[in-house]
């Protein structure tokens, strides 16, 4: 299993998750362009359309909390909004296996990207080969959002000492404290964004290792299927 065959499975399920990619032949460095300049960002889109639907089976579950505890408040006129969003939360966050860890990976998917490792690895040997490449991209993915969360608390923290040095310090005129307040805020929304961006791309990224490793195991699954003449199931 040469180097360059792995990126191209790791590509195939980069684009079963994220979509249509430009697959022509082309030069290296100008695949490295693409990848930066579209990859990426239809990664964090694809992350993104992930967490939306999580969002979404949080606010349904939400309006059934909100029923549910509106039929039992005393009065029927109780504030049910923030309990039955808390609720949600929990619920959708705290999820079974099945609805939470493979959110994003589909029948189709999976398949798609077994397909194409069938036809460019068909002997065990190379697709344990393979199997060791993933193991080493995932692992290299998993460092790298490790870092991200590093920063991420970095920042954090460098934003509530701003806030409180050049805001919110007693003392302080109040030119200073309008103007603390404006970069704060200014501040505030840039960070939302950029961590809004890192959620987005890790989600995609473990949907990528999640549909690579269930390809390669059923890969390895027909061609041993084949080679001991089971049939396939």
């Known amino acids: ?122 002997q065990p040997q190379q697709l344990q080969r393979l199997s060791d490449c993933i193991e080493v991209v995932r692992a290299h993915t998993m460092q790298k959002l490790g870092r991200f969360n590093v920063l991420a608390g970095v920042a954090w923290g460098v934003l509530f000492w701003f806030i409180g040095t050049h805001a919110l310090a007693p003392g302080l005129p109040a030119e200073a404290i309008s103007r603390g307040l404006s970069y704060s805020m200014v501040g505030a929304l840039a960070f939302a964004l950029v961590l809004a961006g890192g959620i987005c791309h890790a989600t995609g990224v473990r949907a990528v290792c999640l549909i690579l490793e269930f390809a390669v195991i059923e890969a390895k699954f027909e061609v041993e299927a084949a080679g001991n003449g089971a049939p396939d199931s």
Do not use: C
């Not at 099945?98 to 194409?116: A, I, L, N, Y």
């Open 1 to 122: 299993m040469r180097y360059e065959t792995a990126l191209q499975v790791v590509r195939r399920a980069e684009s079963a998750l994220a979509g249509n990619r430009l697959d022509h032949a082309m030069p290296r460095w100008l695949q490295g362009v693409v990848d930066t300049v579209l990859g990426g960002p239809w990664l964090v889109i694809a992350g993104g359309h992930i967490l939306l639907g999580r969002l979404v089976w949080v606010l349904i579950t939400a309006i059934i909390f909100s029923l549910v505890i509106h039929g039992f408040a005393e009065g029927g006129n109780q504030p049910t909004i923030v309990p039955s969003l808390v609720l949600a939360i929990g619920v959708v966050y705290f999820s079974t296996p099945s609805r939470s860890m493979v959110s994003g990976v589909t029948t189709k998917r999976v398949d798609d990207v077994r397909q194409f490792i069938l036809s460019i690895a068909d």
